[in-house]
């Protein structure tokens, strides 16, 4: 049984940083993982993605250059840094296991059979 649990939102004033963890269990040994985000009145959109072994990722056009994800699969942990952050990053950020990529760029369907966390809210105040 996969579990995810989220930890590291919060409220940061635009321009700040915020580090957000997911400490992972349960998964297969070649789970991709991934982070997405749902903002007030809008749909579940991604955010980035990274492979099994950490060697490939992916990134939503709108946080280019301003979040890095990475994994420690010895500690089971994903993390996103997410730097330069703007009011539009508001959202609840959702940890995602089982996705379905391996390299070169993410779609949608990849996360169809997707394990997910419960969501942690980040905030970026003007």
């Known amino acids: 049984q996969v579990q995810l649990v989220e930890s590291g939102g919060g409220l940061v004033q635009a321009g700040g940083s915020l580090r957000l963890s997911c400490a992972y269990s349960?998964?297969?040994?070649?789970?991709?993982m991934g982070w997405f985000r749902q903002a007030p009145g809008k749909g579940r959109e991604f955010v980035a993605v990274?492979?099994?072994?950490?060697?490939?990722?992916d990134y939503a056009e709108s946080v280019w250059r301003r979040f890095t994800i990475s994994r420690d699969n010895s500690q089971k942990t994903v993390t996103l840094q997410m730097n330069s952050l703007k009011p539009e990053d508001t959202a609840v950020y959702y940890c995602?296991?089982?996705?379905?990529?391996?390299?070169?760029?993410?779609?949608?369907?990849?996360?169809?059979?997707?394990?997910w966390g419960q969501g942690t809210q980040v905030t970026v105040s003007q």
């Open positions: 995602a296991a089982e996705i379905a990529y391996w390299r070169g760029r993410f779609s949608s369907d990849m996360a169809n059979k997707a394990a």
């Open positions: 349960g998964t297969s040994s070649r789970s991709a």
């Open positions: 990274i492979s099994w072994n950490g060697r490939d990722n």
